[in-house]
């Protein structure tokens, strides 16, 4: 019997997400005192295993493994090799495709969107977030016994990355085909996302709820294009559909230090501070003046964003002039 933790890498460096959970995992494994096996598969494989920090790494090395129907052959092996308990990875495109593949292919459940998981009353129970993040749910599985309870999916930036380390033992997966494929690799290549790198410029305006919706965002593009920056958000706007992803700071998004941060219409939650506490100077513009921004913000506005940003654009594009 084993923790199983299926593993992602890009250009053969393991995925951060991966190393997070694999430290989740040996936590884990302790408490359940079962060993901690890992899966790589893919091109390459047999070569970033050597790196995977766990009690015994299987590799399945090859093109066929690069597509979500192979991943899920590969990972099938190395549950039934393995006895897994209980399969964990981090969230990303290709996992939910590999271990909702697994999940269906052996009839087992899976919680998706976890933050957290304990071995509780000899049974796995995941953590997760619910209703805006305002309340923990505790999501165990139906069935098992000592065989697959089912499979955890956890949201990027739960957990510390362990650093990657020689595995206690490595070993080549024989994965028999099962004949379901009907993809098959045809090469990779860059997407071209079109968006900024928000870690790379020292003016970043931090966009909040606080907004108000989706249509609200030209006073701090302005505010951003005056002062030569860009705009960043929160989770919070991410989720609700207002601004691209690839804008996020915080636990689940980007770490940035520009030399100017201005939140505007940001509460301050830790899991966004922890992406931009490391700000030259923090500027916060908020109606609340118990917010937690102003703990630890530099200079404070209290007020109403829509008043403040624009006469403070004017100002500042004035001086410029
Ligand atoms: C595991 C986990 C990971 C997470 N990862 C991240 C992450 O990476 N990044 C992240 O940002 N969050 C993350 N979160 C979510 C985080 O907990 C908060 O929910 C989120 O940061 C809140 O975003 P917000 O400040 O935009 O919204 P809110 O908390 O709703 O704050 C909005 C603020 O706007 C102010 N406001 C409203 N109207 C006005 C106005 N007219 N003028 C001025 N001020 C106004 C309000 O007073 C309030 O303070 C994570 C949560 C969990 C559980």
């Known amino acids: 019997m084993s923790i199983l933790v299926f593993v992602e890498y890009h250009d053969g460096t393991i995925a951060p997400s991966s190393l997070g959970v694999l430290g989740a995992g ?5 408490a359940a005192g079962l060993p901690l096996v ?3 598969a893919g091109p390459g494989a047999d070569q970033v295993a050597a790196n995977v920090p766990a009690d015994t790494v299987y ?13 899920i052959d590969a990972l099938a092996a190395a549950v039934e090799k393995s006895g897994a308990r209980v399969v964990l990875a981090g969230a990303s495109v ?3 495709d590999v271990t909702g593949g697994l999940a269906g292919r052996l009839g087992v459940g899976i919680n998706t969107d976890a933050t957290g998981i304990v071995f509780e009353d000899g049974g796995f129970v995941a953590e997760r977030p619910s209703l805006e993040d305002s309340v923990v749910v505790r999501c165990g599985f139906t069935g098992g016994g000592d065989g697959l309870s089912g499979v955890v999916l956890f949201r990027a930036g739960s957990f510390s990355p362990l650093e990657p380390a020689a595995p206690g033992a490595s070993e080549a997966l024989d994965v028999p085909e099962s004949g379901r494929r009907a993809q098959q690799f045809n090469g990779l290549e860059q997407a071209a996302t079109g968006g900024v790198d928000i870690t790379k410029s020292d003016v970043l305006i931090g966009a909040g709820r606080g907004l108000g919706g ?3 965002f030209a006073g701090v593009e302005e505010l951003a294009k005056v002062l030569g920056g860009e705009v960043a958000t929160t989770r919070a706007v991410v989720d609700a559909g207002w601004y691209a992803y690839s804008t996020q700071v915080g636990q689940t998004g980007k770490t940035v230090a520009p030399k100017l941060y201005i939140a505007v219409g940001i509460s301050g939650a830790i899991q966004h501070k922890v992406g931009m506490a490391s700000s030259g100077t923090i500027v916060a513009i908020n109606k609340d003046p118990h917010a937690p921004i102003f703990d630890f913000a530099d200079f404070g506005v209290v007020g109403d964003l829509n008043t403040i940003v624009p006469q403070l654009k004017d100002k500042l594009a004035a001086r410029k002039g």
Do not use: M
């Open 26 to 30: 040996r936590e884990l494994a302790s």
């Open 38 to 40: 890992a899966l790589v």
């Open 59 to 71: 590799h399945a090395a090859g093109d066929r493994f690069q597509v979500a129907a192979g991943g």
């Open 94 to 96: 290709n996992s939910a």
């Open 214 to 216: 989706p249509d609200n």
